[in-house]
C-alpha cells in the first residue's frame, strides 16, 4: 500500500480482555517497529523487527504484552489481559531497512494508530 | 544515559518565524530527526540531521550541532496549519532505537 496502515483504529475493551493490534508496513520495508503514546507523554518505544526477528524487545513494559509479524510484512501486536494503564495510542512505524549505515536517513514512516481505552 | 529535552508549548503568530529547540544527551548518536504530528493523527517526518549544520527544506530548517548535544527547529512565513506537535527524536548508535522527545505543542495565532 501507499502508507503504514493499522487497524483498528480504535478499540475499547474491558479489564483483563485480551487485544489484537494490527500493523500493514510499506511494502518492502524490512524494519517495524511498535511505540506507544500516552495522552501528554513522548513516543515510547516497545518493540523492533528486522524481518521476522525481533532483535530489541526491550520496550515491551510487561509479559501481558507480545508481538510477532509473520512473512516479513504484517505484525500483530497483543496485550493479554488488559489493564486501565495500557489505555494509550499505539503506533507503528516501518523503515526500508535499519541497517543501512551512518548516512542513511532509514526515515521511520509511522501508520494513523490504534487508540485503545481499557475500562 | 538517554535523555531528550524540549519545551512543552509555545506559541507563535501567523506569519512569524519561531524556533524550537531540542537538547539531548544519549550513549551514542546516529541522526537527529524532526516529525510533526496534528492532534489525532501519526508523527509525519520533517527532516533529519546528522552532520553538523542547517539542513534548510521550503519553510523548514533544522539546525544540528553534534558537540552541544543541540538542534533547532525553524519554521518560517508561519500559518495556521503548523499549529501541531513537534517531536525531536536521536537514533542511538548503539541500539539504533530511536528515542522521542515529549514533543513540542506549537499554537499559531492569527
Known amino acids: 500500500g501507499a502508507g503504514v496502515s493499522q487497524s483498528p483504529s480504535n478499540k475499547v475493551t474491558e479489564k483483563g480482555k485480551d487485544v489484537e493490534l494490527r500493523c500493514d508496513p510499506i511494502s518492502g520495508h524490512t524494519a517495524l517497529y511498535w511505540y506507544r503514546q500516552s495522552l501528554g507523554q513522548g513516543l515510547e518505544f516497545l518493540i523492533y523487527f528486522q524481518g521476522n526477528s525481533a532483535p530489541d524487545k526491550s520496550g515491551l513494559p510487561s509479559d501481558r504484552f507480545s508481538a510477532e509479524r509473520t512473512g516479513g510484512s504484517v505484525s500483530t501486536l497483543t496485550i493479554q489481559r488488559t489493564q486501565q494503564e495500557d489505555s494509550a495510542v499505539y503506533l507503528c512505524?516501518?523503515?526500508?531497512?535499519?541497517?543501512?549505515?551512518?548516512?542513511?536517513?532509514?526515515?521511520?514512516?509511522f501508520g494513523p494508530g490504534t487508540r485503545l481505552t481499557v475500562l | 544515559g538517554q535523555n531528550i529535552d524540549q519545551p512543552t508549548e509555545m506559541t507563535a503568530t501567523e506569519g512569524a518565524i519561531v524556533q524550537i529547540n531540542c537538547t539531548y544527551q544519549?550513549?551514542?548518536?546516529?541522526?537527529l530527526f524532526w516529525y510533526q504530528q496534528h492532534a489525532g493523527e501519526a508523527p509525519t517526518f520533517l527532516s533529519y540531521n546528522v552532520l553538523d549544520g542547517l539542513e534548510e527544506k521550503g519553510r523548514f530548517s533544522s539546525f544540528l550541532s553534534r558537540s552541544k548535544g543541540y538542534s533547532y527547529l525553524l519554521l518560517k512565513e508561519l500559518q495556521m496549519k503548523d499549529s501541531a506537535s513537534y517531536l525531536c527524536a536521536v537514533r542511538d548508535s548503539d541500539t539504533d532505537k530511536l528515542i522521542f522527545g515529549t514533543g513540542t505543542r506549537l499554537q499559531v495565532f492569527p
Open positions: 512505524a516501518s523503515s526500508l531497512d535499519s541497517l543501512a549505515g551512518y548516512l542513511s536517513t532509514d526515515t521511520q514512516y
Open positions: 544519549t550513549s551514542g548518536f546516529n541522526g
